[in-house]
């Protein structure tokens, strides 16, 4: 299942009764598993809210791993030439961008960015030179966020640069509402192919599985579970594709989901 706006609603938190809806499908056997575009150090919180075990998806499909274990399954890095030019483009046009390892959050300044990734995103960014970087790091995702209109014109010009190179997806989270987190990934890169890798390692089906959320880059696992399931807020493409909608994040629609799809009642 995701995260934002499908566990954690507009207070960042995640309802008792999701937890204890949750807790309820762990105890029974059945394996709970994250995907998200959040980086590792994000949901590693999240993931020990909820006492998970096993293996999650991050970096919007680019690294599939067992956080806690540090076992890692799959991971489509952006390639260091690649690297290279999202930096060089960055510079050359005023965005500030984020590149992220598999545990490390670097940015070249500080700014509102910063200490919302220290607060609500629970990540220590590394202020540095990306020259210094650049070849020494394995860049898993980037990132633009962007709250005005000028840095989302600039976030769509970034889009349209790299638009046949690289691949986009947008995430928005409850808790900052009229921000998008661009998220930069490489070519192929996606949720629902970290979900079929997932599972073949795993040795389960693909039509076993039930998947929860609410965004657009939700939308290829939902295509290709047993049963998906769209948060009432989704948009109606994403309800469209799904077996059910269930209620928004404000109202646990997680564990009216789990309630009403695994024990039903």
Same mark, same amino acid.
């Given at each position: 299942?995701?995260?934002?706006?499908?566990?954690?609603?507009?207070?960042?938190?995640?309802?008792?009764?999701?937890?204890?809806?949750?807790?309820?499908?762990?105890?029974?056997?059945?394996?709970?598993?994250?995907?998200?575009?959040?980086?590792?150090?994000?949901?590693?919180?999240?993931?020990?809210?909820?006492?998970?075990?096993?293996?999650?998806?991050?970096?919007?499909?680019?690294?599939?791993?067992?956080?806690?274990?540090?076992?890692? #399954?799959? @991971?489509?890095?952006? *390639?260091?030439?690649?690297?290279?030019? /999202?930096?060089?483009?960055?510079? &050359?046009?005023?965005? %500030?961008?984020?590149?992220?390892?598999?545990?490390?959050?670097?940015?070249?300044?500080?700014?509102?960015?910063?200490?919302?990734?220290?607060?609500?995103?629970?990540?220590?960014?590394?202020?540095?030179?990306?020259?210094?970087?650049?070849?020494?790091?394995?860049?898993?995702?980037?990132?633009?966020?962007?709250?005005?209109?000028?840095?989302?014109?600039?976030?769509?010009?970034?889009?349209?640069?790299?638009?046949?190179?690289?691949?986009?997806?947008?995430?928005?989270?409850?808790?900052?509402?009229?921000?998008?987190?661009?998220? #930069?990934? @490489?070519?192929?890169? *996606?949720?629902?192919?970290?979900?079929? /890798?997932?599972?073949?390692?795993? &040795?389960?089906?693909? %039509?076993?599985?039930?998947?929860?959320?609410?965004?657009?880059?939700?939308?290829?696992?939902?295509?290709?579970?047993?049963?998906?399931?769209?948060?009432?807020?989704?948009?109606?493409?994403?309800?469209?594709?799904?077996?059910?909608?269930?209620?928004?994040?404000?109202?646990?629609?997680?564990?009216?989901?789990?309630?009403?799809?695994?024990?039903?009642?």
């Amino acid at each position: 299942m995701d995260i934002d706006g499908t566990l954690l609603n507009k207070g960042g938190t995640v309802s008792d009764e999701d937890k204890q809806a949750l807790a309820r499908v762990v105890s029974s056997g059945i394996k709970v598993s994250l995907a998200s575009g959040r980086s590792v150090t994000a949901c590693l919180p999240l993931i020990n809210e909820l006492g998970l075990d096993g293996f999650h998806t991050t970096f919007d499909g680019a690294l599939v791993s067992d956080p806690k274990l540090n076992h890692e #399954v799959f @991971a489509e890095p952006i *390639s260091a030439a690649m690297v290279e030019k /999202i930096i060089a483009y960055a510079h &050359d046009s005023g965005i %500030d961008i984020e590149l992220y390892s598999d545990n490390r959050l670097f940015i070249e300044r500080d700014s509102w960015m910063g200490d919302v990734r220290r607060q609500a995103f629970h990540s220590q960014p590394i202020i540095t030179d990306f020259a210094l970087i650049e070849r020494e790091e394995r860049i898993i995702k980037g990132t633009i966020v962007a709250r005005s209109a000028a840095e989302k014109k600039k976030a769509a010009s970034f889009r349209r640069q790299f638009g046949d190179t690289l691949c986009f997806s947008t995430n928005r989270t409850p808790t900052f509402p009229g921000v998008d987190f661009v998220n #930069v990934l @490489a070519p192929g890169v *996606s949720k629902g192919n970290a979900i079929e /890798i997932l599972t073949s390692f795993i &040795d389960i089906a693909l %039509d076993e599985v039930m998947a929860v959320g609410d965004g657009a880059n939700d939308a290829s696992i939902l295509s290709r579970v047993g049963f998906a399931v769209a948060m009432g807020d989704a948009s109606d493409e994403l309800k469209a594709i799904a077996h059910h909608v269930t209620l928004d994040a404000e109202h646990s629609g997680v564990a009216k989901a789990v309630n009403r799809v695994i024990f039903a009642r």
